[in-house]
């Protein structure tokens, strides 16, 4: 059986002795060649949860398989094939786009480099400001970049926080094709937390719901529809966030 891209046991952070954890025994195995949708309101622990998939955070408890390594002992492995992308973490400003493409280039050890940049200046319609430094760029223009970096090294497992953020809806639909084509040309897994509904219904093959720590529900776009008797994941998304029951949604 293949090594899943994520298998994830008794995940849980706790910020202060005492206190209510953050993320709450989380628990799920997440197979390679799919996108799968992390969905919460705010406080959920979505970002806890990233980063301790990242291994930018130790975990109160519980363990992460990223690739088939252990987070916790042997991370900077999977690192090298894993990669993270949120419009909420600036990239060094004074640096031009092409330049902050070949740092991280250099820091994942990325062959062929320059023309791996230039294949992501095309593909992410980069060129006009590919020498303009990164913090004369809009909003839209730094998601883009930061998309781009996110696969400069081709990773194997691709984690997203709200990756279309601040696009127009053209250049959001555009990079949801881009995503969609990257995960079917390379097999690669994404782990997607995003609060559009409708994006998540096009690319996520399962959805994991997060309310107050733990894993309220689960299942693909269209089962969870069916479960809440709605018509779109922003209603079962309203069900879930405003503690209705399940028979009330029905």
Known sequence: METPALLVEGLTKTYTPGARPAVDGLSFTMPRGETWGLLGGNGAGKSTTIAMLLGLLVPSSGRVLALGHDMATDRFAALARMNFSSPYIALPHRLTVRENLRVYGHLYGVPEMERRIADLVAEFDLGDFADRPAGQLSAGQKTRVALAKALINTPALLLLDEPTASLDPD????????????????????????????????????????????????????????????????????DIARGRERAEAL
């Open 171 to 238: 250049t959001g639909d555009w990079v949801r094709s881009a995503l969609e084509r990257y995960r079917a040309e390379t097999g690669a897994a994404i782990l997607l937390a995003s609060h559009n509904m409708a994006e998540v219904e096009r690319l996520c093959a399962n959805v994991l719901m997060l309310k107050g720590g733990r894993v309220v529900d689960e299942g693909s776009p269209a089962a969870l529809l069916a479960k809440y008797g709605r018509d779109d994941l922003e209603e079962v998304f309203l």
